[in-house]
């Protein structure tokens, strides 16, 4: 077959398409659903998952506890029409920043820029989505245009924003949203980047590289001779600065894979790496499919991180992992959370603290005594490298 773009001359996006449009579900803290989770869902998973629920609204909720409280977000929960969810939380201030794979922020511009994703089949004939040019993500479908007006707008806006050099990937989705709001007014109820930089919550990305966005900033270098890049760097300081800063610290994650560490890895930055030890994490909620028994972090217990200080080994009863699939636990999850008692925190609007919040980092390591190596040294010889060239 020849390589070309999905969607050959002569071929017409038959009924593919037919399927209801994928819309952004909002919870509204449903009482029957609360009903179900407290009553109905008493062992197993349904048993994790009530858990789960319980700890994030009566505890991190808590508004003297003052969690500061991560989300991280992987598997294809955008496409699958789960931002609302996200964007209530946002709203809420029921979260204070979030770690996603690239792709859930760039499917989640589709929804901004009004394309529409259709709810299909997992079980269709691929090879003729390719001849229709329409392109499947297990049963989400939509047209191949959608990718290719998306990336436009993004190679758009890294022109007319005139970032350059290296910025944090929050930096580059509060911008990204601000753009948004800008050309799309109104567009932060159906899109989480958007909403985002409205409540001015940052939004991280692990593998800022490994995403259409990454693609698209990628071309942006190569073709335009930009110097702009995410710089992993800047996103390490300020999460661990964020984490750092919190009187106490939680997270959701929902999958597992990169976000998941990189939320994880911000209490061993903080005492292995800068001499704070923080105590570790204070709540640990993961919704997965992941096993413990492979090895990997992304079914890696909340009792593992323990040894890795990243979870405080005092409050192992405030930490729940509920096997289940996100597009099922979550909305629940987030149904009982809008439903209960603390269902509004003040935001924190952490994408205006960064600054602050990183000096302090930089200040608290100074006084910790971890003075910077000095320059290494390169050793008899290095300097003729050049010489011999
Ligand atoms: N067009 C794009 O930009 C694009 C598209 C797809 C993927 N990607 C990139 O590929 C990488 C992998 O992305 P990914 O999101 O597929 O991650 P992934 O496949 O690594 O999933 C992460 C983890 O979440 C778990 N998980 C996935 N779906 C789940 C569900 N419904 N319920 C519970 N757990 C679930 C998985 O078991 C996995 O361990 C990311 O860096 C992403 O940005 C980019």
New binding site residues.
């Given amino acids: 077959m020849p390589h070309r773009a999905p969607g050959s001359p002569g071929h017409h996006a038959s009924n593919y398409l037919s399927g209801k449009t994928i819309t952004y579900y909002r919870p509204r803290g449903s009482a029957d659903v609360r009903d179900l989770i407290d009553g109905g869902f008493q062992a197993f998973n349904a048993g994790r998952l009530s858990e789960a629920c319980h700890i994030f609204a009566d505890k991190m909720l808590a508004p003297e506890h003052d969690t500061t409280i991560g989300l991280t977000v992987?598997?294809?929960?955008t496409p699958?029409g789960l931002g609302g969810c996200v964007i209530e939380l946002i709203d809420r201030g029921m979260v204070d920043f979030i770690v996603s794979?690239?792709?859930?922020l760039?499917?989640d511009l589709h929804y901004a820029l009004n394309f529409t994703l259709h709810r299909g089949s997992p079980f269709l004939d691929d090879v003729d989505l390719y001849e229709q040019g329409i392109i499947r993500i297990y049963d989400v479908l939509f047209p191949a245009n959608v990718?290719l007006e998306t990336d436009r707008y993004i190679r758009d806006f890294l022109v007319r924003s005139g970032m350059s050099g290296p910025v944090s990937s929050s930096e580059l989705h509060y911008r990204l949203g601000l753009d948004l709001l800008e050309r799309y007014p109104g567009c932060a109820e159906y899109s989480v980047v958007a909403s985002a930089a409205q409540a001015g919550m940052p939004i991280y990305?692990?593998?800022p590289g490994?995403?259409?966005?990454g693609?698209n900033i990628a071309y942006h270098e190569l073709m335009n001779g930009s110097t702009l890049m995410v710089d992993p760097n800047k996103d390490v300081n300020e999460v661990c600065a964020i984490i750092l800063a919190g009187k106490k610290n939680g997270c959701v994650i929902?999958?597992?894979?990169?976000p998941k560490n990189f939320y994880l890895q911000g209490q061993p930055t903080l005492w292995e790496v800068y001499g704070i030890p923080k105590g570790g994490n204070d709540y640990f909620i993961q919704?997965?499919?992941?096993q413990v028994v492979w090895g990997?972090l992304?079914?890696a217990t909340p009792a593992e991180a323990v040894s890795w200080g990243k979870v405080n080994p005092a409050v192992l009863p405030d930490t729940c992992v509920a096997y289940?699939?996100?597009?099922i636990?979550f909305p629940l999850f987030c149904e009982y959370a809008v439903g209960a008692e603390h269902n509004r925190r003040p935001r924190k609007e952490l994408v205006h603290k960064r600054e602050a919040l990183v000096a302090d980092l930089l200040r608290q390591a100074r006084d910790a005594g971890r003075t910077p190596a000095a320059a290494v040294d390169p050793g008899p010889g290095a300097g003729e490298i050049d010489r011999h060239r």
């Fill in positions: 992987a598997g294809a929960l699958a794979t690239g792709a859930n760039y499917h990718l990305t692990s593998s490994d995403s259409s966005i693609m929902l999958g597992g894979g990169s919704i997965t499919t992941d990997g992304s079914g289940c699939d996100s597009t636990a």
